[in-house]
């Protein structure tokens, strides 16, 4: 192999081989599995409990099993170790015995913190140690890619090697945090991981889902054990007798599960501190609420639960007390766990934009998601407290503040703090931390040109609360939140939180109601009858003569059998049998209606009544006027006088012959006939149309005589008349004379 090869990275290089088969030689690349060694790795298990019991009857037997199965694997590792850089990579690649070995070792092997409890022998111990740190040689070697300056791999290669072979996952990252995480060597093989395979962070924002499940499903298990679902009705010691009767027998199950939650709340806090930019995924998927929430919910009530039982003699202390012990240690890590998000996925976020002079937008937006959780964090009260005695959160909101002063509200930071304080004061058990916050005043503003405090800058506290009840209700009286502050002991939440609930204390003096009616919607109040003499806003006396309650009965005093009252109304309404009513049928425009010869519109018959299509009366109501008017605009003067001297010939041909003389029927089809050509001008235009539509030869020809109409006679004008006026009542006009009579009383 020459010097050049060397300087090549090993996905590069190539080996020379002597081909048994062919008999010659061959150059093949340095990563084959022709140089996978053949040899059988053993798995790791965990110790058997005959182990861990000597009083067991094959404690000797099962620890001389164990210890030679732990020798075996400390000699394969230190066999694996020492291989050449290119064979080392070809036995992890193709071997899937050493995969195997590594990953049993990663999931079962006892975690540090239960390490001290196990009581194992003195030589298993010692193997068990070398066993762990050359597992972890071996996964130091596994991600790195570059051992020296002649044997490297090349970055993409690398990353690909890892990843498609299944050398390192999100789950032995996890496995590896939490069995080194004191190892300060640790935090370079995590970041070599996620530095080289990009592909991890996607993998890790997809299993963030998987965790949350895992803490549901966790939470209702604990739930079902402690019977929290109906832990409003748990107030009798019969319902607690039978919580207590349950955990013996729930108590493995329960132990598996605070195992598992301590052990995952700890691994994932060990990877967040060495890979911190892994908290925004956690964070950008509220993972730090699901975690809030089981802390608050389901942890602290059954503490609660465990508390209560500890006080029943026929409980069984030991285990409450080992349970005890191991809530404890699981909301510890659960709280570590939360405070570790906020921390690298907010404030050291806002702290590094301020710093270096990064958009104020993003700032901005990191700021108000901060303020954001720590409103969220005073609706769980007993978190809130234990957040405040292990880690001290309110810490870390005033650096917050101090930092970024110009681009926080005022008002939103001092209800925090004094949230924060009454909390505490109320919920905590902690004596130092109440007496922490005794006797803490919210940080007063500063300007840029202020260095020193003054006496003319100082406030005493009764006036820092006013102003801060005054930042959030600016139209308040000063002088009543003076006395709410008093009634309150100072404390200003309750005091708001009395405001907005409209339940002020009562004081006695009148000055207090005074202020009170001050602050009442009643001052912006515009109304029309402001002032007037029955404004109970502003008046103090009324009238209340003046005043009547109710609907006033103003018919108390009426008889309804005297119709004096009512006769009065009878005089609009006299009966006279001579009296004409006025309503005639108006007949100024039926000139246009009578032009159509098959037009019945005003000759109606009673419905029982058979009509004679043949015998039907034809109405020609045309005045004088419009035949003269028609016929000046269609014919002229000779036309006017031509119709002129027919009509009074036919005046007096009718005059001698008398009122109802008898119609020849060839004088009145002859006059039909000169009546109905010149009246075709005279039809509406819908008239015409519908002739048009229903394609009549004869209205075409009569269109298209276009002669002027004959005028009417006076006997028929009058005949027309006094028909119309005799059967009105069967078109419209039925029974208006009889029903008028009725509702006056005269019939």
Known sequence: MSDSNLTEPLDKQV????????????????????????RQIIAYIAPP??????????????????????????????????????????QIIYDTSCQNMIDSYLKLAPRPHDMPK??????????????????????????????????????????????????????????????YDKNPVLSKIVENLFGVQKNFYD??????????????????????????????????????????????????????????????SRTLSNLISIQTNL?????????????????????????????????????????????????STLKYEMSKLFSLIIENSLIKPIIQSLDSYSAMESIQQLIDS???????????????????????????????????????????????????????????????????????VPK?????????????????????????????????????????????????????????????????????????SNISELNSRKNVYDNDEFDVFNKNQIDLSKVYMGKKNEIESFDLDNKDDVSKDFLFYEYNENDVYEDEYDDTYDFNIAANDNYDGFNIKPLNQKIDVKKRDIFEVDSDEAEENEEVGKGGEEKRENFKSKADQEKRTESEKGPRG???????????????RPRQNQLPQRQNFRNRARGSKEANQEDAAGAAAAPKTEEEIKRERRWKNDNKASIAHHNRKFLSMKKTGFL
């Open 15 to 38: 080996r020379q081989i002597f081909n048994k088969t062919t008999q010659k030689e061959e150059k093949i690349p340095a990563i084959n599995r022709i140089f996978k060694a053949e």
């Open 49 to 90: 409990l005959s182990v861990l019991n000597p009083a067991s009857i094959d404690y000797l037997a099962c620890s001389q099993e164990y210890e030679e199965r732990l020798s075996f694997i400390e000699q394969d590792l230190k066999w694996l170790l020492s291989l050449s850089h290119h064979k080392f990579w070809c």
């Open 118 to 179: 196990i009581d194992l022998p003195m030589k298993i111990v010692n193997l068990h140690q070398s066993i762990h740190r050359l597992v972890f040689l071996v996964c130091l070697r596994m991600s790195t890619y570059k051992e020296s300056r002649h044997h490297f791999i090349s970055q993409d290669v690398f990353a690909d090697l890892i990843y498609k072979n299944y050398l390192f996952d999100i789950a032995k990252i996890l496995d590896l945090c939490i069995l």
């Open 203 to 264: 993998d890790f924002k997809i299993s963030i889902k998987d965790m949350i499940k895992a803490i549901e499903t966790s939470k209702k298990k604990l739930q079902s054990i402690f019977e929290l679902e109906s832990r409003y009705k748990v107030g009798a010691t019969k319902s607690i007798e039978y919580i207590g009767q349950k955990i013996p027998t729930k108590m493995k199950e329960l132990v598996e599960i605070i195992y598992y939650l301590t052990d995952f």
């Open 279 to 327: 908290a925004q995924f956690l964070f950008d998927q509220k993972f730090e609420n699901n975690v809030k929430n089981f802390i608050e919910n389901t942890l602290f009530e059954i503490e609660e639960l465990v508390n209560k039982l500890k006080k029943i003699q026929n409980s069984n202390s030991e285990n409450l007390n080992f349970l005890k012990i191991k809530l």
């Open 370 to 440: 901060f303020f954001k959780i720590c409103s969220d964090i005073l609706e769980d009260k007993h978190f809130l407290c234990y957040l405040e005695e292990k880690f001290n959160f309110s810490e870390q909101i005033d650096l917050i503040f101090e930092l970024s002063r110009e681009k926080i509200d005022r008002s939103q930071y001092d209800y925090i703090m004094e949230s924060f304080k009454s909390n505490i004061l109320e919920f905590s058990r902690s004596t130092k931390l109440k007496a922490k916050f005794q006797n803490i």
């Open 444 to 516: 007063a503003s500063k300007t840029e040109n202020e260095t020193k405090p003054t006496t003319s800058d100082y406030k005493p506290p009764e006036r820092n609360n006013v102003q801060s009840v005054l930042d959030l209700l600016p139209d308040l009286d000063p002088e009543l939140i003076k006395k709410c502050l008093n009634y309150y002991n100072d404390n200003v939440e309750q005091v708001i939180n009395a405001f907005l609930e409209n339940n002020l204390p009562q004081f006695p003096s009148e000055q207090s109601e005074q202020t009170i």
């Open 662 to 676: 008898p119609v020849k029927t060839q004088q009145y089809s002859t006059k039909k006939q000169e009546q109905s």
